[in-house]
């Protein structure tokens, strides 16, 4: 069974700080990797990632995926206040829809 | 126009009831998704529209039944529900039915709360 797994769930950093997310994934006939940051309604589209070891950067934000090992980051960089929110990874199969991680719920403090 | 419209924004039913929540885009998306959001979880894929065509069923129980009239509009038609099904119900839309990509990105609307009781 497919399957998504992020970590950590829960993270409290202070403005300035650098997190590392963690996505690990099992998924037949794998198609790409997205990352959401998901405030207070619906989810909004970061990064899709189908190819390893290619970072893909937005401002503060990166994302990586390791194919071979089965997972990816994402990074931020010089944390804000306006960060803290939930980032969840899905997995796309050739033949499903997306499944979603659980989430990281980053909380940044002032 | 880019973006999704979903109404009503709350609903309250009872387990006999039948409503239907409505999800419309005007961005010409020819996907159409259904998620299942529960209180601190993530979203679960319920059913996808492809060309007005369910094309995934997530092994949905009946009680939900969703229809596509047309490309710009989704419903999901709610009957007999149990108070289990309350959660956020997320619709979402990509202009190609797969896969979502940065060329593709799915775009999702702010949801419907519902509440069984």
């Known amino acids: 069974e497919d399957k998504v797994v992020q970590s950590p769930l829960s993270l409290v950093v202070h403005e300035g700080d650098t997190v590392t997310l963690n996505c690990s994934y099992e998924?037949?006939?794998?198609?790409?990797l997205l990352w959401y940051k998901q405030e207070k309604k619906a989810p909004t589209f970061l990064f899709m990632l189908?190819?390893?070891?290619i970072e893909k950067k937005s401002g503060r934000l990166s994302s990586i995926l390791d194919k071979k090992e089965l997972f990816s980051i994402l990074n931020i960089t010089a944390t804000q206040t306006g960060d803290s929110a939930i980032y969840l990874c899905?997995?796309?199969?050739?033949?499903?829809?997306?499944?979603f991680g659980a989430g990281t719920r980053l909380t940044v403090k002032p | 126009d880019t973006e999704v419209t979903q109404t009503p924004k709350h609903l309250v039913m009872g387990m006999t009831n039948k409503k239907s929540l409505k999800c419309e885009q005007h961005?010409?998306?020819?996907?159409m998704y259904w998620y299942k959001q529960k209180a601190k979880k993530p979203p679960e894929l319920m059913f996808v529209?492809?060309?007005?065509?369910?094309?995934i069923n997530e092994s949905v129980p009946s009680r939900f039944s969703p229809e596509c009239p047309n490309s710009s509009l989704l419903n999901l038609h709610l009957h007999a529900l149990q108070p289990e099904d309350s959660a956020l119900y997320l619709c979402?839309?990509?202009?190609?039915?797969?896969?979502?990509?940065?060329?593709?990105?799915?775009?999702f609307g702010p949801g419907t709360r519902l509440t069984v009781l």
């Open positions: 998924v037949t006939n794998f198609r790409s």
């Open positions: 961005m010409g998306h020819r996907a």
């Open positions: 899905a997995v796309e199969g050739l033949r499903t829809g997306m499944r």
């Open positions: 189908t190819s390893s070891g």
């Open positions: 979402a839309s990509t202009l190609y039915p797969r896969p979502v990509s940065s060329y593709n990105e799915q775009f």
């Open positions: 529209y492809s060309y007005e065509k369910l094309s």
